[in-house]
């Protein structure tokens, strides 16, 4: 029976690829107020996940660089993971994060010629400090494998996501023209970046 419950947990943490202790994002309010966005106003993340879309911690830092910093928690992000004490900025992320068509954070594609779940959310190193990232995970295997990882270290605590074709479109803010963008060479087979707007 003990197997059994194993079993199913392990199948149940596959299945919701952008499970996070919700919420770990704290977005601070100023004494000034101010009508800032929510995503430009300082932010303070605490993740305290062990896995990420099915990957455990060991097996994220399996895939990173020699010179990456290790990462010692992560969450990806999710509509639940930002709270703030201001209803006024609780009602702005509601607006923006809610509904049926407001997924920022999460995505498949098939850049590479195979479906690839995409998230993005934020790690702690195991020096303790935080910041966003994205990952690639190849779900149709049998254990699930890291495609691709790249953290953003100077970013806020925000980031979003969206499929465009082929490619796939990150930001640290919903309403400006600035972009890092992510595609797939099929010449080379390597990924390759480039930044878009101001």
């Given amino acids: ?9 392990i199948v ?5 690829p952008a499970a996070a202790s919700d919420p770990f994002v704290t977005i601070r309010t100023t004494r000034e107020g101010g009508n800032s966005a929510f995503w430009i106003r300082e932010m303070q993340s605490r993740p305290t996940g062990t896995s990420v879309a099915g990957l455990t911690l ?3 830092n399996a895939a990173l660089g020699r010179r990456d910093a290790r990462w ?4 990806a992000l999710t509509a639940d993971s930002f709270i703030s004490s201001d209803p006024a900025v609780r009602a702005e992320i509601a607006q923006y994060l809610t509904g049926p068509d407001n997924n920022l954070f999460s995505a498949t594609t098939r850049m590479t010629g195979i479906p690839l779940l995409a998230v993005v959310g934020n790690y702690r190193s195991c020096a303790g400090a935080t910041a966003p990232f994205v990952l690639l ?3 149709n295997r049998p254990v699930p494998r890291v495609v691709f990882v790249r953290m953003f270290t100077d970013w ?3 980031i979003a996501m969206r499929a465009d074709g082929n490619r796939l479109v990150f ?10 963008i992510l595609s797939w060479n099929r010449r080379t087979r390597r990924f390759a970046w480039r930044s878009e707007g101001h």
């Fill in 171 to 180: 930001s640290s803010c919903l309403e400006c023209d600035h972009a890092e």
């Fill in 137 to 139: 995970v190849d779900q």
């Fill in 72 to 75: 010692c928690a992560a969450d």
């Fill in 1 to 9: 029976m003990g197997l059994l419950r194993r079993l199913i947990a």
């Fill in 12 to 16: 149940l943490l596959a299945a919701s």
């Fill in 156 to 158: 806020t605590p925000f």
């Fill in 58 to 60: 060991a097996q994220i």
